[in-house]
């Protein structure tokens, strides 16, 4: 069984821009958990997606937002970058909520310069 | 809210060696999920035990055990017998109960076990 897959894993971008990552949850999985994690704040819960509605937001700007597509996939977008936004992002997937076990993906790591 | 503490923020040991890492939660659900994922050099979270918060049984998995005490609000993680390839940051979580239910990760305990 394929495991949750990100992309781009490496991504600079410049301030004032925006991005779009994508999580492909493995496959029966309908939950989608996306988190920042840098060495400062360590990780930190940016939204839940389940069957295409998000289900829980973290403490996080607008700027940071997401959707679920039928087939569980995840798009995160942030717009406007900021440098503080330079994060390794994680996506986890899992059979039901995120109280569930969760399955983390290898991350993309995000550089705003 | 929900908070996690793990106080401890690098330990290092050597191999052989028996090493306690700590986790303080606090949840204002009366029920919830407790967590602890392991994050090797590679840098993939990998689960490695989920209990709820009704079960207070202690757990044994191998060289690995958890100590859930809801009194103290602490669910504590200890590796009998080291190894080099248990060299990682571990992090413990929590997560409500109801379906508003996010998980909440401790900043994590770097764990280095040297040969």
């Known amino acids: 069984k394929a495991g949750v897959t990100q992309t781009p894993r490496y991504l600079i971008k410049t301030r004032g821009q925006q991005v779009t990552l994508s999580c492909s949850p493995i496959?029966?999985?309908?939950?989608v958990s996306w988190y920042q994690q840098t060495p400062g704040q360590g990780l930190q819960f940016l939204f839940e997606y389940f069957s295409e509605t998000q289900r829980n937001k973290g403490n996080f700007p607008g700027r940071f937002s997401g959707r679920q597509f039928s087939n569980s996939r995840s798009e995160m977008n942030v717009s406007t970058l900021e440098l503080g936004d330079s994060a390794l992002y994680l996506c986890?997937?899992?059979?039901?909520?995120?109280?569930?076990?969760?399955?983390f993906g290898p991350g993309t790591r995000l550089t705003v310069t | 809210a929900q908070k996690v503490t793990q106080a401890q923020t690098e330990i290092s040991v050597v191999e052989k060696e028996d090493v306690t890492l700590d986790c303080v939660y606090e949840t204002r659900d009366t029920t919830y999920y407790l967590f602890w994922y392991k994050q090797p050099p590679s840098g993939e979270l990998v689960f490695l035990i989920r209990?709820?918060?009704?079960?207070?049984q202690n757990e044994i998995s191998g060289r690995y055990s958890w100590n859930f005490q809801k009194s103290t609000s602490s669910f504590n993680f200890t590796i009998t017998a080291s190894q080099v390839v248990d060299s990682a940051v571990y992090f413990c979580g929590v997560g409500g109960g109801g379906s508003q239910g996010n998980l909440i990760f401790g900043k994590g305990t770097k764990l280095s076990v040297k040969p």
């Open positions: 986890a997937s899992s059979l039901a909520l995120s109280r569930d076990e969760q399955y």
């Open positions: 209990r709820n918060s009704f079960d207070e």
């Open positions: 496959s029966g999985h309908r939950s």
